[in-house]
């Protein structure tokens, strides 16, 4: 018996909740605390978890102890956990994440002409699958929605259907008015659009980046519309660095393992709330 549960593609995560109109929470690590957390709530909630990491994150901690990490998780949970490359900006980031051992990589091309995300997606694919990696792209600006053009900004339901069956892509990321980061003023999103998407591509789960600050109900929305998969990031850090701060402005101990353990306290509690929509309960 191996030492540590699979990671499971999170293609089959999204599947799953795709048939049963829920989601699936994409939560970011950054460190062992913020993995503990994603992993108590998922214990506390009987939810899969899709665990995430940017590139940052992996300059931060390296690929062989991330996946070391992430593997030890899913030994710990009944649930099926999926490793997430988010935002992959290369090809060969995406192919050393594969190599490392990562069940699912984002290869990130939005900022390119459509003909050649089309291409980065398709190279990717053709890595990705054999090794029974799930590969999730983007289309359209994720946070550009305040351009004076916003439709322009925004997927096209039209193209998303041509950049599906021209890469093979498992899972697309849509822009419909989220923004990565903390909001400024009211959330809006065009359900109307990402419901004609859903239409365009029904057999392909999509992914609403910047989910972190979208109020509940809009979320719930969403998912009625279609989306399978959340990814929350800027709220973990946030949630995460003020408890620390608070921690370390109440006393002087200099144990870290108390230090942290209201950051992971609080980190723990936001992920089983993020959990609990998706799920489409009551938070």
């Known amino acids: 018996?191996?030492?540590?549960?699979?990671?499971?593609s999170s293609l089959d995560l999204l599947?799953?909740?795709?048939?049963?109109?829920?989601?699936?929470?994409?939560?970011?690590?950054?460190?062992?605390?913020?993995?503990?957390?994603?992993?108590?709530?998922?214990?506390?909630?009987?939810a899969p978890l899709i665990l995430q990491t940017t590139e940052s994150t992996i300059r931060y901690?390296?690929?062989?102890?991330?996946v070391a990490m992430a593997r030890a998780a899913a030994f710990e949970l009944p649930t099926p956990v999926a490793l997430h490359l988010d935002h992959g900006a290369?090809?060969?980031?995406?192919?050393?994440?594969?190599?490392?051992?990562?069940?699912?990589?984002?290869?990130?091309?939005?900022?390119?002409?459509?003909?050649?995300n089309c291409e980065l997606v398709r190279r990717v694919v053709e890595l990705a699958h054999p090794a029974g990696v799930s590969v999730e792209a983007e289309l359209g600006h994720v946070g550009e929605a305040a351009s004076d053009d916003a439709n322009a900004c925004y997927t096209q339901p039209e193209a998303a259907k041509l950049f599906v069956q021209r890469t093979g892509v498992d899972?697309?990321?849509?822009?419909i008015g989220t923004a990565h980061g903390f909001y400024r003023g009211e959330v809006r999103l065009d359900f109307e659009r990402l419901c004609a998407i859903r239409?365009?591509?029904?057999?392909?789960?999509?992914?609403?980046?910047g989910g972190s600050g979208v109020p509940g109900a809009l979320v719930q929305r969403?998912?009625?519309?279609?989306?399978?998969?959340?990814?929350?990031?800027?709220?973990?850090?946030?949630?995460?660095?003020?408890?620390?701060k608070g921690a370390l402005d109440s006393s002087d101990d200099i144990d870290l393992r108390r230090t942290f353990s209201p950051a992971i306290g609080a980190v723990r509690d936001l992920s089983r709330q993020k959990m609990r929509l998706c799920a489409c309960l009551p938070s």
């Not at 901690?61 to 991330?66: D, F, N, T």
């Not at 899972?171 to 822009?175: H, K, Q, R």
């Not at 969403?222 to 399978?228: E, K, L, P, Y």
């Open 1 to 8: 018996m191996s030492a540590f549960a699979p990671l499971r």
């Open 15 to 46: 599947q799953t909740a795709h048939q049963a109109g829920c989601a699936v929470a994409a939560l970011n690590f950054y460190n062992a605390e913020t993995l503990r957390a994603h992993v108590e709530a998922a214990r506390a909630e009987q």
């Open 61 to 66: 901690l390296g690929l062989p102890l991330i």
């Open 90 to 116: 290369s090809l060969s980031l995406a192919y050393g994440a594969i190599l490392a051992g990562y069940s699912s990589v984002m290869i990130d091309g939005s900022a390119l002409p459509f003909d050649e």
């Open 171 to 175: 899972a697309l990321a849509v822009a």
């Open 199 to 209: 239409d365009a591509i029904p057999h392909t789960p999509l992914v609403l980046h």
């Open 222 to 244: 969403a998912i009625a519309c279609g989306i399978s998969k959340l990814n929350i990031g800027t709220e973990i850090k946030d949630t995460f660095t003020a408890h620390v």
